[in-house]
């Protein structure tokens, strides 16, 4: 710097200003700077949540807690553990010791209907050592449960032939009519087949196998032309099942990939299974599966054809043409909260501890109420629900001015927000559940069916299988033995009215008498 004391005026001023230039110039640098250090940062938290959200993917469980599946698998290994080491203990203890006695669990008996067999334990002699007989006073039973393999029986059907020598004529019962007519298959066995199948989700070689074990050798190719037969003779009713769900007012709707074996080149594509039921809390429950090759919103209209009534669904893209024909659409506020749940998880983020506990307050009313009438239940949500999803509406605009555009709290929060209507559209009628949790619960025997038979052989097979699998999860949605069902559903159909095919409709089933 030069010395200021010796500078003019005019020399002053100009040094000022070329000062004042290089402080002006540092600033833009500086605000450059900082920009690209936010821009730095934004990205980096981007990443950090992609990368723990991926590790929680491949490393952990899936959903914001263990699924009931899992717990239960969990309860198992931990019961038997306790149960062993228990063992252990005992075989440890000194047998001098005088151990308190042990309290014995009150066993549930045995049902009366189980076949007995008595095996008896009587002394090698009665006779007493001292030359006396023995006298019987009494005896103890205790019982234990058994297990055998499944076993086959054979029928015998025997039609006895009646002639009249006069008129030389042949009078002969005719055999009842059965879904394969000179088949070697019962109802019963049909009815196991298709339960093991797609209930047991067994493919059919593992069937063969099995009953070959037991004696009976039946090819994986015999077994995959009676469940063909049984899938064309179940299609009315299946369909008789959709149309009873198009005239229920609120449905829940959710797709889910599956793998589909492409013709020719042994190759698989993305298929598509839909699946649509009404609510938990309807009194005639019921389920259908829709297969179809791809997720276009086409194949939604295919099933819901004309209907209007209000939808329970995801933001999937597909619903939407829905939407414009006189569907109403309800929102999941389980994908709601679950943007935040995967945030927090992530990035333990305080922001998002706040929305999971405001939208908790919110299930805990509904787990309140969920016995309820309907119209009780709107009260409450009127009462409860709504100054809460207020002030959480309140809450997330605020927060979404003060977060950084693009992060993944930003997402989160616009998520809840673009889809606020339809999320709070269950407040104003007792009739709509808070999410759709109800229809992911459906989707799960898929889910684990596919583990097993890997992928659906053709449109036709998946269809198939759709149909199969709605009966049976409508029949245990209803709370039906699912082979109890099928085997009389089997049974009647060959000579059961196409006019009164509702009447075989899980929630209208009643067994029949023979």
Avoid at 89 to 108: G, I, V, Y
Avoid at 145 to 167: F, M, N, T
Wanted: proline letters at 6%.
């Amino acid at each position: 710097m030069p010395n200021l004391h010796q500078l003019s005026a005019d020399q002053l001023r100009t040094l000022a200003a070329q000062l004042l230039v290089q402080v002006e110039e540092k600033d833009q640098r500086i605000a450059a700077n900082a920009k690209a250090i936010q821009q730095k940062e934004l990205k980096i938290d981007q990443l950090t949540y992609e990368l723990a959200y991926l590790r929680r993917l491949k490393f952990s469980h899936k959903s914001e807690q263990i699924s009931a599946l899992q717990m239960t698998l969990l309860d198992e290994v931990t019961d038997a553990d306790i149960a062993a080491i228990e063992s252990e203990l005992e075989s440890l203890k000194d047998k001098t010791d005088t151990a308190q006695p042990k309290k014995k669990p009150k066993r549930q008996p045995l049902p009366e209907n189980l076949p007995r067999l008595e095996i008896r334990h009587d002394p090698e002699s009665t006779t007493c050592s001292c030359g006396c007989q023995l006298r019987h006073i009494g005896e103890d039973v205790s019982e234990k449960l058994d297990y055998l393999p499944g076993s086959s029986q054979v029928e015998r059907h025997i039609r006895s032939k009646w002639a009249c020598d006069a008129c030389e004529t042949l009078v002969q019962k005719p055999m009842p009519p059965q879904i394969i007519d000179k088949g070697l298959p019962t109802s019963g066995l049909l009815a196991h087949l298709l339960i093991a199948k797609y209930a047991d989700h067994l493919p059919l070689y593992r069937q063969a196998q099995i009953f070959e074990r037991a004696g009976v050798k039946l090819p994986s190719s015999t077994l995959a032309e009676w469940v063909g037969v049984c899938g064309v003779q179940l299609e009315p009713v299946a369909q008789a099942l959709k149309d009873f769900l198009l005239t229920q007012p609120v449905l829940h709707a959710d797709e889910t990939p599956v793998p589909m074996l492409k013709p020719g080149n042994k190759k698989t594509h993305k298929a598509y299974l839909w699946a649509y039921t009404n609510p938990a809390n309807a009194q005639h429950k019921a389920v259908y599966y829709h297969f179809s090759e791809g997720r276009n919103g086409k194949f939604a209209r295919e099933v819901l054809q004309d209907w209007k009534g209000l939808l329970v669904c995801d933001d999937y893209s597909g619903y939407k043409a829905s939407f414009k024909q006189g569907v109403s659409e309800v929102g999941c506020m389980a994908h709601a909260r679950r943007k935040f749940v995967e945030l927090h998880e992530s990035g333990k983020s305080t922001i998002a501890i706040q929305a999971i506990e405001l939208m908790g307050q919110l299930y805990a009313i509904e787990k309140d109420s969920q016995s309820l009438p309907p119209d009780e239940r709107q009260e409450i949500r009127k009462q409860k629900s709504k100054p809460i999803m207020d002030l959480l509406l309140k809450w997330l605009q605020v927060h979404r001015e003060k977060v950084p555009k693009g992060g993944a709290t930003e997402k989160a929060i616009h998520y809840s927000l673009k889809r606020w209507d339809a999320l709070s559209r269950y407040l104003g009628d007792g009739r709509l559940p808070i999410d759709n949790n109800w229809v992911e619960n459906q989707i799960r025997p898929w889910a684990l069916g596919r583990k097993n038979w890997l992928f659906a052989g053709s449109l036709r097979s998946g269809q198939r299988a759709a149909n199969i699998m709605s009966l049976i999860q409508s029949a245990k949605n209803n709370g039906l033995d699912p082979y109890a069902y099928l085997k009389d559903v089997l049974e009647r159909l060959p000579t059961h009215k196409a006019s009164q095919i509702d009447q075989l409709l899980p929630h209208n089933w009643q067994p029949s008498n023979r």
